[in-house]
C-alpha cells in the first residue's frame, strides 16, 4: 500500500512540471537555492549575475558589468541604461558609436579593415576625429615641403603690385613695393611702431603746410624736440629737410612759433658739430640773432630762446665764434643790452660768454688773458653775485674766476667774504656749495695778491 502512494507522488508533481525541466534545471535551483542561503548569512556577498548581450535592448542593472563592443543607450523615458549588440548591416550607426569599457569609459577602435591598429592616445583620437585620414595638422601638413627664405621672397615678388578691394565699403590699397629688396620690409610694415625718422618726417611735413593752426605748429614742434635731443635722430634733419623748415618759422607771424623753432633748432645743434656746420651754412647764424638783437618787449620769450640757439651754435664751433665777434660784434651788442633784459636771460648770456672765454684761454698755454673783449662783462658778470639766487651767485662767481686777469673786482671783497661765511657749514660736501666756496676762496686770494702788489709799488714811488 505504502509503495503505490508513493508512485502517486512522484507522477502527481511530474504532470505538475513543464516539459522544458530538466536535471540542469534541477542544479540550477539548488544552486540558488544555495546562493540564498548564503545571502541570508552574508549580504555583502552578493553576486550580480554577469550581463549577456542579444540583439534586442536589454536593462543593465546597477553594478552589472558589460563586456565591450556593445551599443549602449539611456532611455530617457525609464532612466534606466540599456544595452545589445550591434547592428554590422548598419554602418552609419556603427561609425558615430563609441565603444566603452566596463567603466564606461570610451577605448578605441578600428575604423577599417586596412586602418585596423588602434589609436596610441586620446590626443590622437581628437585629431583623428578632427582630421580624419589627413595629414594636415592645424596649419602645417607634415608630408609637404617647407619653404625656404629665397622661395618665399620669390613668391612675394610674383604678386601684384598693387591689390585693391574693400571690406564693408571701405576701400584699401596694397602698398607699392618700389624694389625687390624691400619686398620683405613691407610685409612685417603693417606689424611696428614707426621709426623716430618716420615720426619727425611726418611731423616736418605738418610744419611745412601753410594750413597748420599755431597750436598744432606748437604741439609738432614740441614733440620734434623730444626728438631731437637724441644725436643722430638730430643728424637726420637735413636729410628730410627739417633745417629748413625750422629757418623758415623763424620768420613765423606768431612769436609762440618763432621761439619754439629756434628752441628745437638750439636742441639739435648741441654738441653736435655736422648740425652746427648745416645751420651755419644755412645763414642760420643771421636768423637767429635778429631775434636775440630784436628790442621789442613783446619777443622776450623769443629772445632767450634764440639766445640759447646761437650760444648751441657758437660752442666749440671756431667759425661760427667768428662770424658772431667780427660780422656780427655779438659781443659788444650782447654787453649792451645787457641790463634791459631778464633776469633769465642775463643768465644765460653770462654763461656763453663765461664759456666762450674758457675756450679762448684753451686755444693758448695756460696763463693767458682772457680776450680783450671780456673786460666789457666785468660789471655785468659781478653784478650775480648779488642775486638771492644761489644759481645766479654761482654763476656769478664763476665767471668773475674766468675774468679776474683783466678785471679788477677789489670792489667787491667784503661780499666775497660775507658770501664765503654764508655757505661754510652750509652743506659743504653738496658739489654746488663746494663750488660756491672754492670760487669765492680764490677770488679774494686773488684780490689780497692784487692788494698786496699795489701797495707794494706805492711804496717803491
Known sequence: MRQWICVLLVSVLSLSLPAEYTLADEQSVDTAEAIVEEDNDDEESIQIAPFIPTKEWQVVDDGQSIPPGLHVRINFETGVKEAKLLDPEYKGEADHVATVDNSGVPVAKATSSDDSKALKST?????????????????????????TQQELMEAVLKQDKSEEGSVQGITYSAPVRESDDSSLLHLHNFHRHPTDVEVMLELLVLLGDIETSHPEALQALEELEYHVHQVDNARELDGLGGLVVLLRLLNASSDEVRGMAAQVLGSAMQSNPPV?????????????????????????????????????????????????????????????????????????????????????????????????????????VSSLIYWESVVGIERGLQAMVKLEPVCDFAVHHNWLRILKDRFEGNGEEDEFVGDILKNCEQLLEAIKWTGEEVGKQREDL
Open 276 to 380: 652746427q656746420s648745416e645751420v651755419l651754412n644755412y645763414g642760420g647764424l643771421d636768423l637767429l640773432w635778429a631775434l636775440v638783437s630784436n628790442d621789442r618787449e613783446s619777443e622776450e620769450a623769443v629772445r632767450k630762446r634764440a639766445l640759447f640757439a646761437v650760444g648751441s651754435l657758437l660752442r666749440r664751433n671756431p667759425r661760427a665764434q667768428h662770424a658772431f665777434l667780427a660780422t656780427h660784434h655779438g659781443i659788444d651788442v650782447l654787453a649792451r643790452m645787457f641790463l634791459g633784459t631778464s633776469p633769465q636771460f642775463q643768465l644765460r648770456a653770462v654763461t656763453l660768454v663765461t664759456d666762450l672765454v674758457s675756450e679762448e684761454q684753451e686755444k693758448v698755454t695756460q696763463g693767458v688773458s682772457p680776450p680783450s673783449w671780456a673786460s666789457d662783462w666785468c660789471g655785468h
Open 123 to 147: 590626443g590622437d583620437q581628437r585629431r583623428a576625429h578632427h582630421y580624419g585620414n589627413s595629414d594636415r595638422r592645424g596649419i602645417i601638413n607634415k608630408k609637404t615641403k617647407p619653404f
